[in-house]
């Protein structure tokens, strides 16, 4: 929303007389500087990067040529001057500036783990360098806040954890617990919507990335996803919706490959976790779902997500394979039609918008699987063109209906 | 002038860290004994990834009936006895705590992890040298092999200090 905008469409709604004339000024003054100056405060930010990568591409150059106790010292002047501007600025109350130049020395101070490493020959096999790296970062979040440190603190911690992982096959467990504890801790106290998703999103990322390195078997995080799921109960509401929200995403997301696989693997190929262990942690877990929610009344809603996590798999060795993915084709179908059906019901955008592109993304995923193998490939890609497009006219046109009446029905009200 | 105290401790800290890592280097540069090392052709193709030589030593495996700990399934530190021979240094044994080495023996800190059957492999952290980019190209015949010479610091950590290509078969 710009201030041009909210000028224009501001007279029709006075024309309209949705409001008043003295309503439409006193709405532009509210709204009138805020933006022009978000905007200006992003320059700084660009600048100092621009400015780091100067100075970064210039030392790199010539790198070569200066001994190893020089490479220290220029690594630690730029350490300071960094961090030093930055404080500068802020006791000037230059807030955007002070930082970014502060971000600025937080990201040559890892640079310069990292080169000073390689100007010595050291090789490391863990996450080592990621968590000396962040600390200071986590530290600077806790006294400074703000969006920029928080993103650099995130892009440490994740991409910390994702070089381990494909680096040396192995997981951080360090990095996981700086991640969950320090932005956790951050995106509680701050309540802010976006701190909160990127965090929840972040957090799921790295459980995901645990699951697939455990010695036990991936399947595991169906149980961690619930755990999150489940232990959410406990936090303040914006953090817990994020939180389940990705948890149920992921958990979404096992199910389509669970599906998947189950239907394309031989038979022998599909291992699954000990029952016992599993079972009793899941049983634990949504035991303390079901009793959180029927305390406070609202154990139906817990329907809907619930589904996802249920370990179906455990029946392949009555069914066999093939039936219980499609049990997990269908239980992704009922997933978003519920989504679908609730979002109707409550007249809620989001809702429905999400329950469209899963609905979506689930028909399009079965017809692939079934139609891939034995359909001219042309033929294939046609009538899965078709069938999306009479689907989305047809989920389109349900949402615009139920939207309009309830826009009626709201003002009859 | 309170609230300036952290930000500086903060910064003193990480210049420490940076200190530490030099420190670290020119202390087994110091107290360190400098030793040889030879290396085994690599896979040719992975020698030389843009700005570091690979290097797979002769004491990279070891057998593991020179261990007697329990058996190794996972990643587990280790401390591995050197001892020289013709002028180049071999594995003696393989211990869980540290060795007591004398005379010309050393001992280097690593990770072992199992490989094939009956064996060991052994990462010192000595695995890659770093060079200027696009200077790599004289490692990268195939098949090539160097003697390195490492120094040990009596505390178990070894630096490179130079990479010779061997010229004799």
């Known amino acids: ?413 | 002038m309170k609230k300036n105290k952290w930000w500086i401790a903060l910064i003193l800290l990480q210049v420490l860290v940076l200190f530490g890592v030099a420190g670290s280097y020119y202390g087994v540069n110091y107290f360190g004994k400098e030793i040889q090392l030879k290396t085994k052709p690599v896979d040719p193709s992975d020698v030389f990834s843009g700005d570091y030589v690979s290097l797979n030593y002769e004491i990279s495996d070891a057998p593991d009936s020179l261990w007697k700990g329990k058996p190794i399934k996972e990643p587990t530190p280790v401390y591995v006895v050197l001892a020289p021979e013709n002028g180049m240094y071999h594995i003696k044994k393989l211990t869980n705590g540290s060795p007591d080495v004398s005379g010309s023996q050393v001992y280097l800190k690593a990770k072992a992890t199992p490989s094939m059957i009956g064996m060991l492999h052994l990462e010192y952290g000595l695995e890659r040298f770093y060079v200027e980019e696009n200077t790599g190209k004289k490692f990268e015949k195939p098949g090539q092999k160097f003697s390195v010479s490492v120094k040990v610091a009596p505390w178990g950590k070894g630096v490179i200090q130079e990479i010779m290509p061997e010229t004799t078969k």
């Open chain 1, 1 to 413: 929303m710009n201030d041009q905008w909210l000028e224009k469409e501001g007279k029709k709604w006075v024309e309209e007389s949705i409001i008043s004339e003295d309503q439409y000024r006193l709405i532009l003054a509210k709204y009138e500087d805020n933006h022009s100056q978000r905007g200006i405060g992003l320059i700084p930010i660009f600048a100092s990067i621009l400015i780091g990568l100067g100075i970064l591409s210039f030392i790199a150059a010539n790198w070569g040529g200066i001994t190893p106790p020089f490479r220290l010292a220029l690594l630690i002047a730029v350490l300071c001057i960094c961090y030093g501007l930055g404080h500068t600025f802020l006791q000037k109350g230059k807030q955007a500036l002070g930082h970014s130049f502060i971000a600025l020395g937080i990201a040559s101070f890892g640079a310069s783990l990292i080169l000073l490493g390689q100007t010595y020959h050291f090789v490391s096999y863990d996450a080592r360098t990621f968590i000396i790296w962040s600390l200071p970062a986590l530290i600077y979040l806790y006294f400074l806040k703000g969006r920029l440190l928080f993103f650099l603190t995130f892009a440490i911690l994740t991409g910390g954890q994702i070089y381990t992982l494909t680096e040396f096959s192995s997981y951080s467990y360090l990095l996981l617990i700086l991640f969950g504890l320090g932005l956790g801790w951050f995106a509680l106290n701050e309540k802010n919507r976006l701190f909160t998703r990127f965090f929840a999103a972040g957090f799921v990322l790295h459980l995901v990335f645990l699951a697939g390195t455990l010695n036990e078997n991936w399947l595991w995080l169906v149980v961690i996803l619930l755990g999150v799921y489940s232990l959410s109960e406990w936090l303040e509401s914006i953090l817990r919706s994020s939180l389940k929200f990705f948890a149920s995403a992921a958990a979404f997301g096992v199910n389509l490959v669970l599906y998947f696989s189950l239907t394309n693997a031989p038979p022998e190929t599909m291992e699954y976790p000990e029952p016992l262990w599993f079972l009793i942690v899941f049983i634990l877990l949504a035991a303390f779902l079901i009793y959180s929610r029927m305390k406070a009344g609202t154990l139906s809603a817990v329907l809907k997500s619930g589904i996802l996590f249920i370990p179906w798999f455990y029946l392949a060795t009555f069914t066999g394979n093939v039936a219980v993915g499609i049990l997990y084709l269908i239980v992704a179908f009922l997933f978003s039609g519920l989504l679908l059906s609730e979002g109707y019901r409550t007249e809620q955008r989001y809702q429905i918008n999400w329950g469209i592109i899963l609905f979506l993304l689930v028909t399009f995923i079965a017809y692939i699987n079934l139609a891939w193998s034995f359909m001219p490939k042309s033929l294939f890609f046609l009538i899965g063109g078709i069938l999306l497009f009479a689907l989305y006219f047809f989920l389109q046109k349900k949402k615009k209906d139920v939207l309009e009446e309830g826009g009626i029905h709201h003002e009859k009200k």
